[in-house]
């Protein structure tokens, strides 16, 4: 199945960080910014913002000097032994995170074998995850999670995920008709989230922003219920920005 390589902020955010992450993992005894600023090429201003994020997520430690060295997270997800145990945790750390940051449950999302799976959420009393009414596997078309996945595959690819599922009527603002959905889904920007307004169930919005990683499909998602729909647009965009720790742990 052949991807659409659509490079998005968030994208671009993690490949910069794991240039950071390979200049200072090359020295062992630590590098000061300077040094990590000529290996990597980046700015001042960027590299400063990287490596707080790095720092925060635990892939960077500083030592008493001031230079950089690897840190724990690093070491955890780079070994061969527990690396699922250990990506598991990290993504469940920066899920609840994100949750209290947008003030929403959020969700990762892959599409394996041909097929929509939330793999992984966080939710809690006052951001409650969506009810799933109807099986997300075979409701793509009316979810942001699923046509966030279904933008990132090729024309192909998309008709025959709808070939096998029939798209059924599930709201009165559910689309059914193919070729409005493949229009819609063909005219995504990448850059902007891909929203859900109560198609998939009355009473709840999501919105869903892609994080493939490598050639496995994924997506960052948030839902909130329909009297927070005017939080949803900037709820949205903060996620998008937030998607470079989850990118970057699945790049690692």
């Given amino acids: 199945m052949a991807l659409q390589h659509r490079p998005t902020a968030p994208h671009h955010s993690a490949q910069d960080a794991l240039r950071v992450l390979e200049t200072?993992?090359?020295?062992?005894?630590?590098?000061?910014?300077?040094?990590?600023?000529?290996?990597s090429g980046l700015d001042r201003e960027r590299l400063t913002t990287l490596l707080g994020m790095l720092r925060r997520e635990g892939y960077v430690e500083q030592t008493a000097d001031g230079a950089y060295v690897t840190g724990e997270a690093l070491a955890r997800l780079g070994s061969a032994h527990g690396r699922e145990q250990a990506?598991?945790?990290?993504?469940?750390?920066?899920?609840?995170?994100?949750?209290?940051?947008?003030?929403?449950?959020?969700?990762?999302?892959?599409?394996?074998?041909?097929?929509?799976?939330?793999?992984?959420?966080a939710d809690g009393p006052t951001t409650p995850r969506v009810n799933e009414w109807v099986d997300f596997r075979v409701s793509a078309h009316a979810t942001a999670v699923g046509k966030s996945l279904l933008t990132q595959l090729d024309h192909a690819g998309r008709r025959d995920?709808?070939?096998?599922?029939?798209?059924?009527?599930l709201t009165s603002r559910t689309i059914t008709s193919d070729k409005l959905l493949l229009s819609r889904l063909e005219s995504q920007p990448a850059t902007v989230p891909v929203l859900d307004l109560q198609e998939y169930a009355v009473g709840t919005v999501c919105a869903a922003v892609p994080i493939t990683a490598g050639s496995a499909v994924g997506c960052l998602a948030l839902s909130l219920p329909v009297e927070h729909a005017h939080r949803l647009r900037r709820a949205a965009d903060e996620l998008?920005?937030?998607?470079?720790?989850?990118?970057?742990?699945?790049a690692i």
């Fill in 24 to 39: 200072v993992a090359r020295h062992t005894a630590g590098v000061t910014d300077t040094e990590i600023g000529r290996g």
């Fill in 87 to 121: 990506l598991r945790e990290k993504l469940q750390r920066t899920l609840d995170r994100l949750r209290d940051s947008v003030g929403a449950a959020v969700y990762i999302s892959r599409y394996v074998d041909g097929e929509v799976s939330v793999t992984q959420y």
């Fill in 161 to 169: 995920h709808l070939s096998r599922h029939r798209m059924a009527r």
């Fill in 240 to 250: 998008n920005r937030s998607a470079a720790p989850v990118l970057l742990s699945l």
